[in-house]
């Protein structure tokens, strides 16, 4: 084959799924996509997290002589700190009616996180042009955080099309000038959005605590 396609294909390779034992672990970060008797699914490795979806379904009842796959998440930390939740608010509070945003760090060696706003190239009160934060060592983005102004909470179609290549946790504060903001948070994986209805009770305390900060 040629060596464009070979590098592309082990980039992002095909596992046919065991009937007999589990799947091998992915080694390091990146993609797969899995065949399974029940379908095809898309794994997703980083340093933080390791999740699969499925991303399509078989459209006649062929035999398929591969094992079963099961959606799955699992997050490599017990959770993301809501005081730094807390101080994006206050960021936004203090921003607003301008949008801002910030990224929410974690280093898998020391484990630690922390807040980096972005640096704003322009903005106003429906948008906001930024370039990321400055990353130190081997730091990844775990949420990517911006806020909508005096506008509510929630995903426009631009943060569809801008979250669409990523693999973190996206997180929206609005009504920024309301003493109880509203917020919106969803895991963006590949094009995969699933937007939590239950926003942690946590984040809201550390939102709507903001005020007196
Ligand atoms: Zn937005």
Known sequence: ???????????????????????????????????????????????????????????????????????????????????????????ARMAHPNETGAWILWSPTTLAFRLAPVGILSHDGDSLDYEPPAVLGDELLVVDCHSHGRHPAGFSPKDDKDDRHDVKMALVVGNCDRAKPSIAARLCAKGIFEETERVPMAWYEAVWAAESV
């Open 1 to 91: 084959m040629n060596i464009l396609d070979m590098t592309l294909q082990r980039s992002f390779p095909t596992v046919m799924v065991p009937r007999n034992e589990p799947v091998a672990e992915m080694q390091s970060a990146g993609e797969r996509l899995l065949i399974a008797e029940n379908g095809v699914f898309l794994e997703i490795r980083r340093s933080w997290i390791s999740l699969v979806r499925q991303v399509a379904q078989f459209l006649v009842p062929t035999a398929v002589p591969y094992g079963r796959m099961v959606e799955s998440t699992k997050l490599h930390f017990d959770r993301v700190p809501p005081d730094l939740i807390g101080q994006f608010a206050a960021m």
